[in-house]
């Protein structure tokens, strides 16, 4: 089937519509082929993450701390208000990044988001990457982290 355009929908905010509009990223389908591109890669991309993620924490009034839960690094995202509902209720977050993107606070944009507009308190695990030793042990000590 050959490529053809297809129209920012109308049925979205001016702001959706921005994004749905804008070109994709340069490195969409870069697909490194050493550990260090990889790194290179993740690092480079995380680093422009929690530089967008901060501005967004301070808007929701949500606090981002790092913690370490039984060993396994973890970030409590908490807002400045707990609806009085979830007092009792804790979210736990595991990011999407596959084993190989978003790792440390980099890893946290969702958490914020339910954070800050659910007002949950929220445990976002970081899970150990890929591009790390050990990847083999990954799945093990997120689930230790929220088990």
């Not at 969702?110 to 790390?132: P, T």
């Not at 990954?138 to 689930?143: G, K």
Request: glycine letters at 8%; one cysteine or more.
């Amino acid at each position: 089937m050959p490529a053809k355009m297809i129209p920012v929908p109308d049925t979205v905010s001016p702001q959706m519509k921005k994004l749905i509009a804008a070109p994709l990223r340069p490195t969409w389908n870069v697909i490194p082929k050493t550990v260090d591109e990889w790194n290179a890669q993740v690092t480079a991309s995380a680093n422009g993450t929690v530089a967008r993620l901060k501005p967004m924490a301070e808007a929701l009034r949500v606090k981002v701390t790092p913690i370490t839960v039984d060993g396994v690094k973890a970030f409590e995202v908490k807002p400045e208000e707990i609806a009085p509902n979830n007092e009792r209720r804790l979210l736990v977050h595991i990011h999407g990044g596959c084993f190989v993107s978003l790792p440390g606070e980099s890893g946290t944009g969702e958490a914020i988001l339910m954070a800050g507009l659910g007002h949950f308190k929220v445990i976002s695990v970081d899970y150990r990457n890929g591009s790390r030793p050990s990847l083999s042990g990954s799945s093990r000590r997120c689930h230790n982290g929220v088990a």
